[in-house]
């Protein structure tokens, strides 16, 4: 995701391995948020000091620039097996990942699944959707937030969830 008004450019990793360019002997496991502030050149971890190694789906706030919002995991999906499950949440940072807050108001504090999407109202954009399950989870759950995700109400919803869209009404 790039903001388009310093170009600095977001990437989530997936929790996957990287190798440091041009090569490097051995793979680094990747953390959930990295940034690069000089177009791509160099990236910083920014979630290297917190428990999430998975990170995806990742989008700004669609009137505030500075709010980025994203879906993380604890370990990759082959560890997913646990009875804990993947541990998602929903993180989110108003000051270009320095800084970031697990929104959990209404949620288990661990989500047993991981985030599989999440949008923003167009005609309202303070009201997200964000859904669970997806991938071979075979279920999903879809929450319905109002205010940035502060808080969170579940809507009855029984599919795996890959993606979501929401339109105009």
Request: hydrophobic residues 35%.
């Amino acid at each position: 995701d790039v903001n388009p008004r310093t170009a600095e450019i977001y990437a989530t990793t997936g929790g996957g391995a990287h190798w440091t360019y041009p090569a490097s002997p051995q793979p680094h496991w990747g953390k959930a948020v990295y940034k690069s502030s000089d177009r791509g050149r160099s990236w910083t971890s920014l979630t290297a000091h917190l428990p999430w190694d998975y990170g995806e789906p990742m989008r700004h706030h669609p009137t505030d620039g500075d709010i980025l919002y994203v879906g993380v995991a604890r370990g990759v999906p082959t560890e997913w097996n646990r009875p804990t499950g993947a541990e998602g949440g929903l993180i989110r940072t108003a000051d270009g990942g320095k800084t970031w807050q697990q929104l959990t108001g209404g949620l288990a504090d661990l989500l047993y699944d991981p985030i599989g999407d999440f949008t923003f109202d167009p005609e309202g954009p303070e009201t997200m959707f964000m859904a669970t399950g997806r991938g071979d989870a075979g279920w999903g759950q879809v929450f319905l937030s109002r205010n940035r995700g502060a808080t969170w109400r579940h809507l009855i919803f029984t599919a795996s969830v890959a993606a979501l869209a929401c339109g105009p009404s």
